[in-house]
């Protein structure tokens, strides 16, 4: 079956603009999450969904970053005024719920910011 | 910040058993012990997971120490293709952040 997939892959934009990053999580996955990963680095937790409760917001490194999700669909990303340390990898996973050990990734966005 | 302490990298030859320590010495009793791969330029995937009893299952097999404060990862027979950088993380059952460390850097070697 389809697993998560996430677009576009690659995003290049210029400093002081925003963008979007879309997901497509699994059919049926209740559970959302967002990541980011700089160069080099390990992940960063920004932000889960999990059905209709309210979001846990407390990775998002500050107010430019948003993330909405339309009932157990898609979710999108959004960086307003992106800077160039916003460059990185954006991932995206869903599970099954909270509790599943499983978290699925899709294959990431890829922002560069000039 | 992560939880966990791993070695920035390693290396196995081909054919030859990889064992991935970790060190997570303050985990607390309800939480888990999980490893994700991350090859190059893909997202990660989950390997296998444990509470306090070693665990096997088609990937890998995972140690964990009685006293729960380590673990190892255990591929049994490495192949290039395992190559890649594999992270341990400590995680409560019903905890929705996943904290991804720099994990370790697995190179394979023919």
């Known amino acids: 079956g389809a697993g998560v997939s996430q677009s576009p892959s690659n995003k290049v934009t210029e400093k002081g603009k925003d963008v979007e990053l879309r997901c497509d999580p699994i059919s049926g996955h209740t559970a959302l999450y967002w990541y980011r990963q700089r160069l080099g680095q390990g992940l960063e937790f920004l932000i889960y969904f999990q059905g209709n409760s309210a979001p846990d917001k407390s990775g998002l490194p500050s107010d430019r970053f948003s993330a909405e999700r339309t009932g157990e669909s898609v979710s999108t990303l959004t960086i307003q005024r992106t800077q160039q340390e916003d460059s990185a990898v954006y991932l995206c996973?869903?599970?099954?719920?909270?509790?599943?050990?499983?978290?699925?990734f899709g294959p990431g966005t890829r922002l560069t910011v000039t | 910040d992560a939880k966990t302490t791993q070695p920035t990298s390693m290396d196995c030859a081909e054919g030859r058993a990889a064992n991935l320590p970790c060190n997570h010495s303050?985990?607390?009793?309800?939480?888990?012990v999980y490893w994700y791969r991350q090859i190059h330029s893909q997202g990660p995937q989950y390997i296998i997971h444990?509470?306090?009893n070693n665990e096997t299952n088609e990937m890998a097999s995972l140690i964990i120490t009685e006293d729960r404060k380590s673990s190892t990862l255990i591929l049994p027979h490495a192949t290039l293709r395992d190559t890649a950088v594999y992270y341990c993380i400590v995680r409560g059952y019903n905890n929705n952040d996943m904290r991804f460390g720099a994990g370790t850097r697995l190179t394979v070697k023919p």
């Open positions: 996973a869903s599970s099954s719920d909270i509790s599943s050990y499983e978290q699925y």
């Open positions: 303050t985990i607390s009793g309800n939480e888990y």
């Open positions: 444990g509470l306090k």
